[in-house]
């Protein structure tokens, strides 16, 4: 990738087993490294960070700090939370590092945040996984190519639009 802080952004999917994935990368030894400390030692109510894992005992490189974006509505909820999105997670960032999105060196001297979010009406664990396994590998790629481009952030001020919402009348 490259030095210094990246962030990156990613939605994937439709309805309510879409994924939306945010990442924040860097060294441990800097910002990204204090802000992944500091989240794991300060869970809040219905956000409790935790190291997204491979499998248990096999945490993926870089050690990635899953955030959740909605306290678990369910136990259904958070099962898909703590099952097939951090899967997707662990998968998605392995994938990134075997793609060459990050190097081998940064595998070890950086660390990774994602913020996940998961529907609380998700009803789909396997489009929940693969969602979010495209959607961390393409926020982590976005985030080491700079994008979105300037010039397409200034093209798209006229037509603002999210899954949620679109103005009638956004000029």
Do not use: C
């Amino acid at each position: 990738m490259s030095e210094g802080l990246l962030i990156g952004e990613s939605f994937v999917g439709d309805g309510v087993n879409a994924a939306h994935v945010n990442t924040v990368f860097g060294h441990r030894e800097g910002p990204a490294g204090v802000a992944w400390a500091t989240a794991l030692a300060t869970p809040s109510a219905g956000h409790v960070p935790f190291v997204t894992v491979l499998r248990p005992s096999l945490p993926v490189k870089p050690l990635t700090l899953f955030v959740t974006k909605s306290a678990p509505a369910s136990d259904e909820h958070g099962l898909l939370i703590w099952g097939p999105a951090q899967a997707g997670i662990a998968a998605g960032v392995a994938d990134a590092l075997a793609d060459g999105v990050i190097t081998r060196e940064e595998a070890d001297s950086h660390v990774l945040i994602a913020a996940v979010w998961v529907n609380p009406g998700a009803d789909d664990a396997d489009a929940v996984f693969e969602h979010n396994r495209r959607s961390v590998r393409t926020a982590l790629e976005n985030g080491a190519r700079h994008l979105p481009e300037t010039d397409d952030v200034i093209a798209a001020r006229h037509a603002p639009s999210n899954p949620f919402y679109t103005p009638k009348d956004p000029a």
